[in-house]
């Protein structure tokens, strides 16, 4: 404020000018805060995301890799040098030696090659047809007993003495159903056998019938309960399961295909036992398999190598791609992933190949070798 001529107060502001750059400066101000704020936000969510990624694949690769772990358990039978007798009607194998843990490579048309060999009769395994497993990747099969299972509180017994055809009368329950498959054994010997009956005690305890309505015959080839091997007899349900990748049936926002990693167990029954969605955001499994050498060394290959021997496999190799559901990006994403020793590179189209789409999601490669610790030995 000041005195003109006259003696008058005048009050001067800012001019036309300085507005303009105070306006300019504050823009700049602001555009940065919001810059920094737009950062924090896609910081944020990228580490969301990739989060979530990184749960989502252990829980995928856990499944796997304890199953693959758990292939072939026969309780204490040791699975290199015993024969355990199949008695069950559509048995889950010709030859567990060679479906304990088995693998394919999902080719066009929806054949797997090498077929699976999973079951028999009318449970037989067909590739699926309610989903569509993704060509160019690759499947694991495992089958075993489920543990803990459960002992016996004495020998079998029918009319007063002791009887093959007995019913099984366990310490506790297990998980069957009439029905299912269960595995007896012992140290020495085992049968895998369908329940045909239930009865459950109000002490929990159970007892299973084996009938021949759902077996090829109502008899064990032994006693089981007995003196002799009491402490080393366990009753388990059989589990078949067999994991692969397939489109989803969903969608994201921009059309493109979501897969997943699904399970489906025996029955092999799509209507009544359709394979079950366990993550989605799997967009590839590739795998190599150990196969044992008489020079104990393993060389891995592929399920559709000439050098593939089911009954050898050892350990295997395994690797999954995840995806993430937006895109993170900004560029599209063109790396080369490495899947078990394979390269998963990035494509305009994906129809028929294990190839992965050039867009801008964030994806990780998990890898991991774990051994399968029911054959430890040469067969």
């Known amino acids: 404020m000041r005195k003109n001529d006259s003696g008058l107060h005048v009050v001067k502001g800012f001019s036309l000018i300085e507005l303009l750059i105070a306006m300019v400066l504050g823009l700049l101000l602001s555009a940065g805060v919001f810059a920094v704020f737009a950062g924090n936000q896609r910081s944020a969510a990228l580490n969301t995301e990739v989060a979530n990624m990184q749960e989502s694949i252990r829980f995928a690769l856990n499944a796997v890799t304890d199953d693959i772990r758990m292939a072939g358990h026969q309780g204490c039978l040791d699975l290199n040098g015993s024969t355990v007798d199949i008695i069950a009607n559509d048995a889950p194998s010709a030859d567990l030696q060679a479906t304990v843990i088995s693998g394919a490579v999902v080719r066009p048309n929806t054949e797997w090659l090498p077929t699976p060999q999973l079951g028999t009769g009318s449970g037989i395994f067909d590739e699926p047809t309610s989903v569509t497993p993704r060509v160019g990747t690759h499947t694991v099969a495992v089958q075993y007993a489920e543990t803990p299972g459960s002992g016996l509180t004495g020998a079998q017994s029918a009319g007063g003495s002791t009887s093959t055809s007995g019913p099984l ?36 305890r159970m007892t299973l019938a084996h009938g021949d309505s759902v077996n090829s015959r109502p008899t064990f080839q032994r006693v089981y309960g007995t003196a002799a091997n009491i402490a080393q007899t366990r009753v388990m349900s059989f589990t078949t399961r067999v994991y692969f990748v397939a489109d989803s049936g969903n969608n994201r926002p921009d059309g493109s295909d979501i897969f997943a990693l699904y399970q489906q167990t025996m029955p092999f029954d799509e209507t009544t036992n359709p394979p079950v969605m366990l993550v989605e955001g799997v967009e590839n499994m590739q795998m190599l398999f150990g196969i044992g050498g008489s020079n104990g060394q393993l060389r891995y290959v592929a399920a559709n190598d000439a050098a593939y021997d089911p009954t050898k496999i050892r350990s295997v190799r395994i690797g999954m791609l995840m995806s993430s559901y937006d895109p993170l990006l900004d560029n599209s994403d063109t790396a080369t992933y490495m899947l078990a020793g394979n390269a998963v590179n990035a494509a305009s189209s994906i129809a028929n190949s294990g190839q992965y789409l050039n867009d801008r999601r964030l994806r990780q490669a998990f890898n991991t070798t774990v051994s399968v610790r029911n054959r430890r030995a040469e067969r």
């Open 169 to 204: 009368v366990l310490d506790s329950a297990i998980d069957v159903q009439v029905g299912d498959l269960a595995l007896v054994s012992t140290c020495e010997a085992g049968e895998i056998f369908r329940v045909s009956g239930i009865t459950t005690a109000s002490n929990g």
